[in-house]
Nanobody, 123 residues
């Protein structure tokens, strides 16, 4: 199994910055894509950004130029630097990982989620 633990959320004023971090642990053999999603009250979960094991990056249009996703050299930690935050960025931010584990001698690849961290942008 893969466990994802997020940190770095909190309350920030509009225009401020926050940095989220997500660390993966567990008995996995490989982690492919890692990313961040967010879900605001009453809204569907949406992709914020992802980064593949090969370094390919994609951002939601709403965060381009403001957010930066990065991954450590070991590939097990993903960060999200959020600048110029807006009230509409308020949401629970969830880390995701596409990972492979060995299950009964067979490789099993599936998605995993963290529990989420609250980001609130308000004056």
């Amino acid at each position: 199994q893969v466990h994802l633990v997020e940190s770095g959320g909190g309350l920030v004023q509009p225009g401020g910055s926050l940095r989220l971090s997500c660390a993966a642990s567990g008995m996995f053999t490989n982690i492919y894509t890692m990313g961040w999603y967010r879900q605001a009250p009453g809204k569907e979960r949406e992709l914020v950004a992802y980064i593949s094991s090969g370094g390919r990056i994609n951002y939601a249009d709403s965060v381009k130029g403001r957010f930066t996703i990065s991954r450590d050299s070991g590939g097990n930690t993903v960060d999200l630097q959020m600048n110029s935050l807006r009230p509409e960025d308020t949401a629970v931010y969830l880390c995701s990982a596409d990972a492979e584990v060995m299950n009964g001698g067979h490789a099993e690849r599936r998605g995993y989620w963290g529990q989420g961290t609250q980001v609130t942008v308000s004056s």
